[in-house]
């Protein structure tokens, strides 16, 4: 009875024959495991098997379902990539606009770009949505000949002394896979490199929560709001099928898509009781100035993920007997930019194993290429260039907080009409500003801002 039921469960879980090609049983040893196939493991795969390796990728769910994070591709570092990314993949929309504001409780300072240039081919910035974007990413890997697992949850990485030689699939499969060398692009939350001693356990302060929420507005209402004319609504979906996107503190700082915090702050104020992510979206929402943008609005998407933000003294060791870890699992996040350092570590590692094949070497040396491309690319040289940002910001808990006030209460003032003369105006919005802020700490803050920013 108990033996029937467990093989019912696993039937019902066990990935559809599609995705799977050949079925597993008759192929446990190949030259590459892939754990994950988000942008990094996916690119990884794709990388390796176009190249003749025998790859296979593990992704827990369909790939795609499980994903969050990522709105906004970088077209020409992912072209050189992936060349026929704007001809085949799912895109939504070219992004032509920068918007930032500042947020106080009442009033924002917005500094937008717009270009047209940026409407032009090969673009800058396109927007995906990453349920499509994964699964066309991990189709072109099976399409190149990896090997997809789908529904296939890696619980553990198999030993033999201090190498990595394998990975165990988790119940209902229960099997265990052997190769060369095993890829971990398991994403942020490295749990499997964690378990098996590869990297130090996640720390609060280097990794932040972000909270998204998408929402759809209808055609009629994106004419309203944006000053469009009848019917355009409908053809642009401006806003129809994307993310409003805010980044936020305690106090509310905005980015682009998203609301995060960090999550060291996050834990200090939860055990106090003050607040959960959720309260972030909520604050944004009813903020008088930008609730007049999300009535009519039906949410679509909500979740939250965590992102790496410890930079480049938070990187994990990349390289291991046995093993390559690359993506956010490897903490290869910059800024914005987290998708295509991704995907181009995800390359580099593929690439790193295409010559260890040819050469028929698997030794940790062998497969230090893999840093020593890293170090060699963008990815690295720009993290490392801005190696300082995070410790700038742990010891600057006010940034932005007290910036962003200063800036607004100077805004307001300058644009107050009072019954005096202007250097009177001068020194009263001076005294203002100072009383928020001393000016000399403004000061210090922008200088030091300028030397660690590069
Ligand atoms: C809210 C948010 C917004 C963002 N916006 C942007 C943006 O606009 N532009 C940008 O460039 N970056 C953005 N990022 C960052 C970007 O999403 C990540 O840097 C990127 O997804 C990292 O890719 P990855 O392949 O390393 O990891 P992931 O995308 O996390 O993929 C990891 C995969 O591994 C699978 N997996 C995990 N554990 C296992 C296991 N044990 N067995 C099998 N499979 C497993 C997961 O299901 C997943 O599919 C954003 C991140 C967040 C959270």
């Known amino acids: 009875m108990l033996l029937k039921k467990v093989l019912k469960s696993a039937a019902k879980i066990k990935p559809s024959v599609s995705t799977i090609t050949p079925e597993p049983d008759r192929r446990r040893q190949f030259d590459v495991l892939v754990v994950g196939a988000g942008p990094a493991g996916s690119t990884a795969a794709y990388t390796m098997a176009k190249a003749g390796l025998d790859v296979a990728l593990f992704e827990r769910a369909a790939p795609g379902e499980k994903t969050a994070g990522g709105t906004a591709i970088y077209t020409l570092p992912t072209r050189e990539i992936l060349p026929d990314l704007l001809e085949t993949a799912p895109l939504e929309r070219i992004l032509t606009d920068y918007r930032y504001m500042a947020l106080t409780a009442d009033s924002a300072v917005t500094a937008a770009f717009k270009s047209a240039r940026y409407a032009q081919s090969p673009f800058n910035r396109v927007s995906v949505h990453r349920a499509k974007f994964d699964k066309w990413l991990a189709g072109k890997a099976v399409d190149a000949g990896a090997v997809l697992f789908a529904n296939h949850k890696v619980d553990a990485l198999l030993k033999d002394h201090d190498k990595i030689i394998g990975l165990e699939v988790g119940p209902p499969v229960n099997k265990q896979f052997f190769a060369d060398v095993v890829i971990l692009a ?62 936020g503190s305690a106090a509310l700082y905005t980015n682009k898509d998203t609301i995060g915090l960090n999550v060291g702050t996050y834990v200090a104020n939860f055990v106090t009781g003050s607040f959960n992510p959720h309260d972030l979206i909520v604050k944004i929402k009813q903020h008088p100035l930008l609730a007049p943008l999300f009535t009519g609005t039906e949410t679509l998407e909500y979740c939250a993920q965590m992102i790496p933000e410890g930079g480049y003294e938070a990187i994990p060791p990349l390289v291991h007997p046995g093993c390559l870890i690359a993506g956010d699992a490897a903490g290869l996040v910059n800024g914005v930019q987290g998708l295509n350092l991704a995907m181009l570590s995800g390359q580099l590692a593929g690439k790193t194993l295409i010559a260890a094949k040819h050469k028929n070497d698997f030794s940790q040396r062998q497969l230090s290429l893999y840093k020593k491309l890293l170090d060699e690319s963008y990815v690295l040289q720009n993290l490392r260039a801005n190696r300082h940002i995070h410790r700038f910001f742990a010891a600057r808990p006010w940034i932005p907080e007290a910036e962003i006030a200063v800036i607004n209460e100077i805004a307001y003032q300058v644009g107050m009409i009072y019954p005096m003369p202007n250097g009177a105006k001068r020194r009263y919005i001076w005294q203002k500003a ?21």
């Open 186 to 247: 398991e994403g942020v939350n490295a749990l499997l490199a964690e378990r098996a001693g590869l990297v130090p356990g996640i720390k609060t302060e280097n990794v932040a929560l972000y909270v998204k929420e998408t929402m759809a507005l209808p055609g009629h209402l994106i004419e309203e709001r944006f000053n469009l004319q009848p019917g355009q609504g409908a053809a642009i979906g401006i806003l129809g099928e994307s993310t409003a996107n805010f980044m």
């Open 434 to 454: 100072a009383s928020i802020q001393p000016v000399w700490k403004l000061a210090a803050d922008f200088l030091q801002a300028l030397w660690v920013m590069k």
